[in-house]
């Protein structure tokens, strides 16, 4: 069963009918993420023939592809400004400002030291820090792509935000080493 009007075609944003920016409405998204889910569900072919069924899980994969996309700020960046045609080079371009590096150093070695003593709430209070420079790059992120229309900037933006997410991970695992 295919549902009417869908497009292969259609990118992220075309797909759930919203506007091509970084700001977006969380519960906008998961009620369009459930209502177009509940369109192309793979169970609403299973009565249908081979070719229906596939359409069908063709069509679903796509809602979550896009909307695991649209869902993280990271993720959702990195689509927009490759819409423009911009390369974030997350693996090419390790070019960092030293400052920014620096305090990536700094922050790495805090959760190390954190970790060899088991202190819980410094890893705390690291967290409270990344989750705060995670959202002052978020918004960055949004000046830069819905209002300065500036990619190239954004791609810097989507390096660094990258690196917030990689040492999230660290920090992530060294709240279970210590749980261990």
Known sequence: MQSSGFD???NHFQLFGFEQSFRLDSAAL??????????????????LGESAQRIAMQQSTR??????????PLRRARYLVS???????????????????????????AVEAAVSERDIG???GLEAHMKAETR???????????????????????????????LAEELHSAYDEIDS
């Open 30 to 47: 998961e009620s369009r993420y459930r209502a177009l889910q509940s369109e192309v569900h793979p169970d609403k072919a299973a009565q």
């Open 83 to 109: 819409l423009h045609g911009v390369d974030t080079q997350e693996e090419t371009n390790t070019a960092m400002p030293v400052d920014f590096l620096m305090a990536q150093m700094e922050l790495r070695e």
């Open 136 to 166: 002052q790059l978020e918004a960055q992120l949004a000046v830069k792509i819905d209002t300065e229309q500036d990619y190239a900037a954004a791609a810097g933006l989507v390096r660094k935000l990258r690196f917030m997410e990689k």
């Open 122 to 124: 410094a890893l705390e």
């Open 63 to 72: 809602v979550n592809e896009a909307y695991q996309t649209l869902k993280s």
């Open 8 to 10: 292969f075609q259609q």
